[in-house]
């Protein structure tokens, strides 16, 4: 192991990085393309107007080799166009914020489309929380809190019977959420759930603040959203019913 050393000057920028699996500690060594593309891929979305140059030197069966390049100078904006690209959305714009709450860089990307499910992804430094954490619960709550006072002060929930829970407004939601934290604390068997008190609350302050001030300067997609959210409740409340005059026909029979 030698020192690093000046060894002359160049003009080239940017970091190469080479590496071989140690068969001595690898089970498997034979890496797929496709698991460091999406890898790549996602890196370049997370930091914005990074290059990443991926090439693959082993030749195929034509004898040719692979080459791809990773761009995005939107970041998390294409990010999210690029997960939701196969739906049909509510509006075009994503809702986007980049702030910095209590030293904690933040940054999400929210777009709304006719589907029912819920689609997020978290990350941390750089790291996908699969198992998601204090930032994601910060950024859940705001979300919930924010569109159902927008909701209320519109009159648009005043003809409901039931309630709105948050599921409802999530439903049809597509979200990257990233933050970057110091000294990150991850919890979980996988170590990919952040644990981090603090962070809850600066996504919350965040989302709150980007949000409210989305709704308000586009009431037509303000609007949509809560009609979406409307819709959901009545689904949901209309299969409860449904459900439990199902089980009381079976009680009484």
Known sequence: LSLVKVVGETNKRGTRQQFW???TIFTHTVYKWD??????????FLN??????????RPDEEGKTKEQVFHAKDGLKEFV?????HRT???????????????????????YNTDYSENIHSYVNNINTIEGGTHLTGFRRALTRTLKKYAEDS?????????????????????VVSVKVQEPQFEGQTK??????????????????????????????A????????LAATARHAARHAREMVQRKTVLS
Request: no cysteine.
């Open 48 to 57: 914005a107007g990074i290059k990443i140059t991926l090439r693959d030197l």
């Open 155 to 175: 009159g648009m929930l005043s003809k409901l019977k039931f309630d709105i829970n948050g599921d409802d407004f999530r439903e049809g939601l597509t979200a």
């Open 89 to 111: 959305h509510l509006f075009d714009d994503v809702i986007y914020l980049k702030t910095e709450k209590q030293g904690i860089p933040i940054e999400i990307a929210v777009m």
């Open 35 to 44: 698991i460091i593309a999406n890898r790549m891929r996602e890196l370049a």
């Open 21 to 23: 699996p140690d068969p």
């Open 223 to 230: 609007k949509a959203i809560v009609q979406k959210v409307i």
């Open 192 to 221: 990919t759930k952040l644990g981090n008190d603090e962070v809850s609350a600066a996504v919350d302050q965040a989302m709150s603040a980007a949000l409210g001030h989305y709704l308000e300067e586009n009431p037509k997609d």
């Open 81 to 85: 166009r690029y997960v939701d690209r």
